[in-house]
Nanobody, 125 residues
Framework: GLQLVESGGGSVQAGGSLRLSCAVSGYTSSTDCMGWFRQIPGKEREGVAALFTGGGTTDYSDSVKGRFSISQDNANNTVFLQMNNLKPEDSAMYYC???????????????????WGQGTQVTSQ
């Protein structure tokens, strides 16, 4: 199976930036899409960015569009989430996830992904 490890979280002032990384190892050729999700206690996990690994197409939730950017480094099997102009409401635990096949047609649905990282905390205030 796949192993995903996030890093890069932290605490920043509102308006600041962070870049999250997701290192992927294992059978990576089976992955068709990568997603970044966030979750705060008591709330459902929310998809914020998705990337289709074949062609590099990206998609974003309305809440982060224009501020966040997802990208990949194929040589190092790493996916990034660049977060700019952070707001207090962006504070959450952030998770990366990997999916494959037809599940990728719904990239903001958590059930579309079968491999998850352990999460990294982002706080903006």
């Amino acid at each position: 199976g796949l192993q995903l490890v996030e890093s890069g979280g932290g605490s920043v002032q509102a308006g600041g930036s962070l870049r999250l990384s997701c290192a992927v190892s294992g059978y990576t050729s089976s992955t068709d899409c990568m997603g970044w999700f966030r979750q705060i206690p008591g709330k459902e996990r929310e998809g914020v960015a998705a990337l289709f690994t074949g062609g590099g197409t990206t998609d974003y939730s309305d809440s982060v569009k224009g501020r966040f950017s997802i990208s990949q480094d194929n040589a190092n099997n790493t996916v990034f989430l660049q977060m700019n102009n952070l707001k207090p409401e962006d504070s959450a635990m952030y998770y990366c996830a990997a999916g494959s096949g037809d599940n990728c047609y719904e990239p903001f649905r958590p059930r579309s992904y079968n491999s998850w990282g352990q999460g990294t905390q982002v706080t903006s205030q």
